[in-house]
């Protein structure tokens, strides 16, 4: 190894070090402020965008939000389109990572895949027996907590490139359910079930949640809310797991960078904040007053509102006509019509829409999902955009680097004055 060349400086102050033991050293002191560069940054104060809103932070081709078309494109395809035609969440998925749709024959080979992956390694499944962690955690903390650990035990950990990923991509969809239905379960004092190659990657996880397979219409509409959260460009999680991708770091810890980002309920918390409030108005007679008494008091309405789609948010609508559905089926139109209430009166006081969350929340509940598994069935999903765009970061090898800048608006000119003297 080449020996670091160390500045003059640092070496006088060595050595000086070495004579005069008894005193301590100034380090930094004498290290001179430089000059500004003619080819320095921008002034940050010229560049500054509160929560980067409306910033291009880089080229992706894996989806494409269009607020103004109402359009969400997934490689070139309209998600409208993909519902209409019941695409499975497996096919979307190989397009998401691959690029293009899968013919047949790849769409098999790749199902197959993620129905042999979905067992646990044994000291993950393990950890959980053990209740490794409280029984009343956070689902998110748990299944930020067992994605990070899933990453050493990967038979490619340590591999970087991108055919290993593409094999990590397809081991995290197929684990994740695994490790959000084997945890409640447990955490419940209840038995984990084994997945069942046999079924889809939606049926199998009302499956190994709840014991039964599900009918039909709850297939294919669980089907259609993880095809509608799988992607959805540069949101604060997606650009989360592409900053720690940048770094060239590992899947596994883009993956669980994402997720701690998705928890808040300004992002993937909403759904189940929807559900809880939901709950707390009741009935739809009490909507108008309920809803009337938190914009007054400043809160804001979960479900509602959205930072990209100020006209309507393109997930919202399919959503709700699915919940129409499937509340007919469970003649329980309670939570449809309060929810078309809340619709109408956020429209008329603010002029706000209902995003993906809102309708997808009283789904869940009608699918008879436990609320704190909203926000991790997100995650389940949106792994798939996650990946695709860390995998995308990556490619960009030494070129991936996310590093902006800040505005600093701390004090100045401080004096140093020793502890003892304060
Ligand atoms: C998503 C969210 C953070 C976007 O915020 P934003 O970009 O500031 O939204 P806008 O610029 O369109 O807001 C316009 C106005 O409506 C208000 N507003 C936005 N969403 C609101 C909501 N859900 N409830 C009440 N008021 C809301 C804003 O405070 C703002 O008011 P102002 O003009 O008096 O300042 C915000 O809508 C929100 O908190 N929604 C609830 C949480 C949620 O559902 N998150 C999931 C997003 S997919």
């Known amino acids: 190894m080449q020996p670091v060349a160390l500045r003059p400086n640092v070496v006088a102050m ?26 320095a940054l921008p002034d940050p104060r010229t560049t500054f965008v509160p929560g980067l809103a ?5 080229v992706s081709s894996v989806a494409e939000v269009d607020p103004n078309l109402h359009s969400l494109i997934y490689r070139g395809y309209d998600i409208r389109d993909l519902v209409a035609n019941n695409a499975s969440f497996e096919e979307v998925s190989y397009l998401l990572l ?17 129905r042999s992956q979905r067992d646990l390694p044994t000291p993950v499944l393990n ?19 067992y994605v990070s650990m899933l990453g050493p035990h990967d038979p490619d950990a340590g591999k970087n ?3 290993a990923n593409q094999e990590k991509a397809i081991r995290l969809i197929a684990k994740i359910p695994t490790i959000i239905a084997a945890s409640y379960r447990i955490s419940h004092h209840q038995k984990p079930i084994k997945p069942d190659p046999s079924l889809n990657q939606a049926e199998n996880f009302l499956y190994m949640l709840t014991g ?7 297939a294919q509409v669980f089907n259609a809310t993880m095809l509608l959260y799988a ?22 810890s883009a993956i669980t960078s994402a997720i701690g980002t998705l928890k808040g309920p300004l992002h993937g918390g909403a759904n189940q904040e929807v559900m809880r409030m939901l709950l707390d108005i009741g009935s739809v007679n009490n909507v108008d007053a309920w809803i009337d008494n938190a914009l007054a008091q400043g809160k804001p309405i979960m479900g509602i509102g959205h930072a990209l789609y100020k006209n309507g948010d393109t997930r919202a609508p399919i959503l709700k006509k699915m919940a129409e559905q499937l509340s007919r089926q469970h003649n329980d139109m309670k939570w449809y019509d309060m929810a078309d209430a809340i619709e109408k009166k956020m429209m008329a006081a603010k002029h706000l829409y209902p995003n993906v969350d809102f309708h997808m929340a009283y789904l869940y509940y009608l699918m008879g999902i436990p609320i704190e598994l909203y926000t991790p069935l997100f995650a389940a999903a949106r792994v798939v955009g996650w990946s695709a765009h860390a995998m995308e970061q990556l ?28």
Do not use: C, W
């Open 14 to 39: 060595a050595a000086n070090r070495l004579q005069k033991k008894s005193q301590p050293v100034r380090f930094g002191g004498d290290t001179p402020t430089p000059k500004a560069q003619p080819d």
């Open 127 to 145: 950890a959980m027996l053990n209740h490794t962690l409280p029984d009343n955690s956070d689902e998110m903390d748990v299944l930020r907590t």
């Open 395 to 422: 490619s960009l090898g030494k070129k991936s680097l996310i590093r902006p800048n800040s505005l600093y608006d701390g004090p100045r000119g401080q004096q140093y004055i020793p502890v003892d003297q304060r």
């Open 212 to 218: 039964q397979k599900p009918d039909p219409l709850t």
């Open 54 to 58: 409306g910033i291009v932070a880089g």
């Open 98 to 114: 691959n690029g293009k749709l899968p013919n047949k024959s790849e769409l098999g080979q790749f199902e197959q895949k993620l």
């Open 161 to 163: 490139d991108p055919a």
């Open 231 to 252: 992607e959805h460009g540069f949101n604060a999680s997606t650009f989360s797991s592409r900053v720690t991708a940048s770094t060239q770091s590992d899947l596994y």
